[in-house]
């Protein structure tokens, strides 16, 4: 079964850190573009980041440029994404995808909800 399990979220104060996984099975995620998301409430989901499947670049919204890292373990089939310098308006739940532009019809997982509060 083709599955993508994000983690790692939880409550953090601003400028805090955490870092989120995105574990695969069924497939291996290094012949994909692999794509971070959020949807804060009530909105639609954004691309944050995404990594490229051929040569490993990555790319980032303007908004978390300089503060968030993707990277990428083929070991353990999974990406990651290292959060730091945690503001309230990163609050959302984040997910992944096997995309960078994934399908409007796209069945998200579950997802991991990033808080960031004092």
């Known amino acids: 079964q083709v599955q993508l399990v994000e983690s790692g979220g939880g409550l953090v104060q601003p400028g805090g850190s955490l870092r989120l996984s995105c574990a695969a099975s069924g497939f291996t995620l290094d012949y994909y573009d692999i794509g971070w998301f959020r949807q804060a409430p009530g909105k639609e989901h954004k691309g944050v980041s995404c990594i490229n499947s051929s040569d490993g670049s990555t790319y980032y919204a303007d908004s978390v440029k300089g503060r968030f890292t993707m990277s990428r373990d083929s070991a353990k089939n999974t990406v990651y994404l290292q959060m730091s310098s945690l503001k309230p308006e990163d609050t959302a739940v984040y997910y992944c995808?096997?995309?960078?532009?994934?399908?409007?019809?796209?069945?998200w997982g579950k997802g991991t909800l990033v808080t960031v509060s004092s």
């Open positions: 995808a096997p995309d960078c532009v994934p399908p409007r019809d796209f069945r």
